[in-house]
Each structure stands twice: as structure tokens, then as C-alpha cells.
């Protein structure tokens, strides 16, 4: 049988994807956990999104870095279902970020505030589309 090896800058990488998305384990609790103090030190616009921002969001933005962090996981261990985790991931990161960018008014005129968004939604599809690479690959069991 040939047995195929993976590259051993896969493990860095997904050890990098794994960190990333701990950070957003962090943010999302760091968020949900601030004070009315906190809310309060934040600019006007900000402390508008976080005051109104539905259930339905926060429970994507849950969903999002935890199946992100176990995506991350599941390349560390090179498991298949990887980029399945990704996906989730992905989409539940779309809907939370819905919020700010199309319904909750104000945030979209703030090119800056957005910024960081769109980056974190590229990570995600970048996330994604690499671990499904990496599956057809075949370095992932």
C-alpha cells in the first residue's frame, strides 16, 4: 500500500488556524461577558450594535468560532470532516455578520468598523477552501 504523507507545514498551519480561531473563542466570550461599564466606554456606534444585537447573532457568532475551533481541531488530527466544520463555520459567520453589515443601521457607513469583518470572513472561506484542498489531497483520513 502507499501511504501518503502530509507535508509537515500542514501541522503549522493548522496549528495557526487552530490559534486564530481560539481568538475568536476569547473575543466572542470577552464580548458576551462585558460589563454595562464596558458598553458604556465603547463609541456610540458600537455600543448601539452590541445594545441591539439579536439573540440569532449572538448564537451564530457562538456557533461560528466554536465549529471553527473544531475544524481547526479536526485538521490538527487530520480528520476528513474538517472542511465540513469549516463550512459551518463559514456560514454561521455570514449570518452573524449579516447583522452589522445589512440590518443595524449605522455600522455601514463606518468603512473601518467593517474592515475587521471582512477579514474574518476571509480567513473563514480561506480556512475552508484549504482544508477541502487538503482533503482531495488525500491528507486528511
Keep these: 500500500m502507499n501511504a501518503i504523507t502530509t507535508p509537515r507545514w500542514l501541522t503549522w498551519v ?27 466606554a465603547l463609541p456610540q456606534i458600537e455600543r448601539d450594535l452590541w445594545v441591539s444585537m439579536p439573540g440569532w447573532a449572538w448564537a451564530a457568532y457562538a456557533i461560528g468560532v466554536a465549529v471553527g475551533t473544531l475544524g481547526a481541531i479536526g485538521l490538527i488530527l487530520r480528520k476528513y470532516w ?22 443595524a443601521s449605522g455600522a455601514q457607513t463606518d468603512i473601518a468598523m467593517l474592515a475587521f ?3 474574518i470572513i476571509v480567513m473563514a472561506v480561506v480556512q475552508w477552501q484549504l482544508s477541502r484542498h487538503w482533503q482531495r489531497k488525500g491528507w486528511l483520513a
Design 14 to 40: 493548522s496549528i495557526l488556524f487552530l490559534l486564530w480561531n481560539l481568538m475568536g473563542v476569547g473575543a466572542f466570550v470577552s464580548q458576551w461577558t462585558m460589563s454595562a461599564t464596558d458598553i458604556a
Design 82 to 103: 474538517a472542511p465540513l466544520a469549516f463550512s459551518f463555520s463559514l456560514i454561521a459567520i455570514i449570518i452573524q455578520f449579516s447583522y452589522p453589515f445589512l440590518i
Design 117 to 119: 469583518p471582512m477579514f
